[in-house]
């Protein structure tokens, strides 16, 4: 399960890159059942990326993968065209994470969006590192 503190190591790790590379961000944290943890929209960041942060999130809880990941399935010639249009919709490029613990157990997953594509995923990237994994 992601706790509270975890939720806040989180977001404080994803804020520390963002600030480092200049890009406000929204960064949703969501449990391993997909719902809302924690939010937090930097000063800033856009207020059309807010749901996209929560979304990469929920796709990632939901897959328990990586929303670019999720995305190779949705591709022309892919395996499940039209995967992105379920379960509500789903963000299906860089910028969502699963978070696990120590073990290896997915306990929740992270979601960026504010920045260009890399941005929002090296944003996530640093945020998931923040339990240590």
Do not use: Y
Not at 8 to 22: D, H, K, L, V
Not at 66 to 77: D, I, L, Y
Not at 102 to 120: F, H, N, T
């Amino acid at each position: 399960m992601v706790s509270i503190e975890h939720a806040r190591r989180i977001i404080a790790a994803g804020e520390a890159r963002a600030n480092e590379i200049g890009v406000p961000s929204n960064i949703a944290v969501l449990d391993a059942a997909a719902h809302l943890k924690a939010f937090s929209r930097m000063d800033g960041a856009l207020l059309g990326s807010i749901e996209i942060a929560i979304s990469k999130a929920r796709t990632a809880a939901l897959f328990l993968m990586r929303t670019e990941a999720v995305g190779e399935f949705c591709k022309p010639g892919g395996t499940s065209p039209g995967l992105e249009q379920t379960n509500g919709g789903l963000v299906v490029f860089g910028g969502g994470i699963p978070v696990v613990d120590p073990s290896g157990v997915v306990i929740g997953a992270v979601g960026v969006s504010g920045g260009a594509v890399a941005q929002d995923l090296e944003i996530a990237e640093a945020a998931a590192a923040a339990l240590g994994n």
